[in-house]
């Protein structure tokens, strides 16, 4: 006669967590014992490893023989190694069984034709046929070997009631991935389970049921269920002490939590559980706690592309097989894959490259310097073009073994592991054939390498006694915890994750037995009832997301209704540091020196703020450039300026035939996609430039230079020496003498308001300076993405500015010679883009 009983364990109230695992023993025990099965051979299954040793502790602490503890995978691998995929069948690595999935689409028109029209959506394709082929698969090996035709047979009703309209895809896809997991004949290792004949099957449901003890205990052998889970709306107030802390942004999320870490572990309660809601606040919390020494050990750990090692290799790919800029070559030698180079050497080249504006490796190839002719040479073995699989795992196990030990590096061991190049493909599997066979190009391969690490994951080493463990909620659950902390108890973070079937819908997903949101959203609250058992709980979510409110966890506001009050407050017992009051002076330089040479921008930095002229002219301070990054608009400016200068120089009589063909000249050098944008920009400017072109010829106005490089000398006495220096962009031949232009891709409005206080304006009189500032001089800034014309906006009495200029900063330098001081006195723009706002301390001031 077959015997399945359910027993449920509930809460009883002050029940501790050690107190539940004998009191699950005792009833264990008195089930056995009145159905006459023998204890020794009884396997008692728990949904954790984590749990199987509070289980034994209990069962050795009434004595007597206890059954097997154990999980059911743990079981499954006990009884013997499941046989590897063989070529074509599924072996449950994402990355490899890609490659697999390519050769069954192979033969289907319809992706090759969603192929050739959009490789990205046909990539995206088929990483859903692989997750939909996995969740089937999964699922299959949860049933019994004789129930598993049943279910592929349900699945492909399902699957065919989905024919027509738009989700003609999604059930293309289905059929393959059902038809590639139901070829898969082998054994499964959980088929090894359904033969066991113990004296009874004990299952300890929490979290929600388990299907694959669901079916083992639906055969011959008698069962007992023992449902520990209790519904949150009926747990009581009295049970945990759960507090909630309301925190403003990430940053006091983290803070908070890892006080409330310290505070349980002050307070005697270890270890402490610290659950992996938020994974990116849990690392943050994760390096507050370690500054503090306190042991952690990681259960969930990260993705494996996350890790240094990941980091190094990648940066090394991109360099090598993405035709990597400066900056590509430049992360992976100054990352851990380098640490060979001579670091003097590589200081030197980064300083070159951005001090040239180098974005291409060409101009290093051609100057061959040492350091540059070992990198490239340490690459090499990836340079060319496609090779198999196996092939490229090879050369890249070489580059590795020249670079050093990436083992060494966080991250590292696993990284090789994962890549196949520490460990060699096992014979007749489907690693074997696949690293063996596909050939794939550069950008294949490195996309390869991507998804093999994002989908890998990185657990670090655990410490002998771990003060705080890193676990996820569903595996808290009955482990002896003295307190958890839950960073992230908010809706966007404390809310069910929808389960991964690919293709298949959640009602499919429900019809078939799969994961589905009904279930995880029930099994989450199982959870976090199950969390309440715990001496004490600390929730702590942003009140905010950006700036829209973010309001609490649906699981939190039941609680909250089940008691008829709001959880209470968390404390923060840390107390407020007293700091001295020191007052806060502005910042001043006495440099009692000047730079040999001045330019229009270093006299303008004076005149905005003395400190800036200090920090840029006297120290020679500059932020570093950027490599790899797009063209702006000071870039079209500048390049706008050399078209220009070389139209002018070239006209052939065709003029917007000469100015194109200028424009093709000058951008020859740069790179296409990114400056796109700016041509067609050029392409409205050119018909209005010409128009203006030819209404100021009609008036008597000629081209005489362009692009001029002046010096001169302008002041007197101890400033005799001090050379001004500046490129004026364009100098005309008028009827009533010279006209110096600036050309300007800003608005004629903003030029016209400068200009309404002409001693305000720097460049312009500057410029008259650098031309002896001629009583009949003309000065006049050219207004170039103006919509309708070009407009020039004049400089009045450019001369007399000029004059004025020149006796203002011979009073300005000679006193900072003598020793006057350079205070920081910027204000508004002036500050808002000023690289030396954290030299002067402004932001400081009261």
Known sequence: MQVHDTLSLGLVPGEDIPGFWRRLAAVSSDWLASRGAAARDAVLLLPFAQQIAPARRAFAAQGGWAPLITTSHSLASSLGPSRLAAPGQISGDAAIDAFTADGLLAGQSWAQALRTRDEKAYVAARARLVETAHALSRAAGQRAPSQRAAFFESAAERLASQAGGPGDLERALGLVALAWAQSDDRALAT??????????WLVLEVGGPDALAQALTAGAVPSLCLQADVDLDSVPATGAELQLARCTDFESLAEQAATAVLQHLNAGRTPVALLAQDRVAVRRVRTLLMRQGVPIHDETGWTLATTPAA?????LLRAQLAQGGVDDWLAWMKSSLGAGFDAEALRDLEALCRRKGWRETGPLDALGLPLWREARDAAEPLAGGPRKLGGWLADLGRVLRRLGSLAEVEGGEPLLSALWISRNPWAGSAHEQVIGATRLRPDEFLAWVDATLESAQFSPAEDAQPAVVITPLARVLLRPFGAAVLPGADAATLAPAAPRNGVLSDADAQALGLPHLAAQRAAQAWAFAQLLRLPAVTLLRCSHAGAEPLPPSPLIERLEAAWGGPVPAWVDEREAAPLASLPAHRRAAVPRRLPVQLSASSIEALRNCPYQFFSRSVLGLREPDELDVELDKRDYGTWLHDVLRRFHESRSGDDLADLRAAADAEAASLDAADFLPFRAAFERVLPRYISWLT???????RFEAGEVERRCQPFEGSLAGVTLQGRIDRIDITPAGRLLLDYKTGRAKDLKD????????????????????????????????????????PHPEVSATARVLREGLQADLSAVLAGQALPALGEGRVCDYCEARGLCRKDDLT
Not at 695 to 701: F, I, M, R
Not at 780 to 793: F, H, N, R
């Open 754 to 793: 400068k200009l309404k206080t002409p001693l305000e304006d720097t460049q312009l009189a500057v410029y008259a300076l650098l031309m002896e500032a001629n009583p009949a001089l003309q000065a006049a800034y050219l207004a170039m993405d103006e919509p309708d014309a070009l407009v020039t906006v």
């Open 191 to 200: 088929d090894a389970l359904f033969t066991q004949r113990p004296s009874a």
């Open 311 to 315: 980091a190094a290799l990648m940066a």
């Open 695 to 701: 209404e100021t010829e009609a008036a008597g106005q």
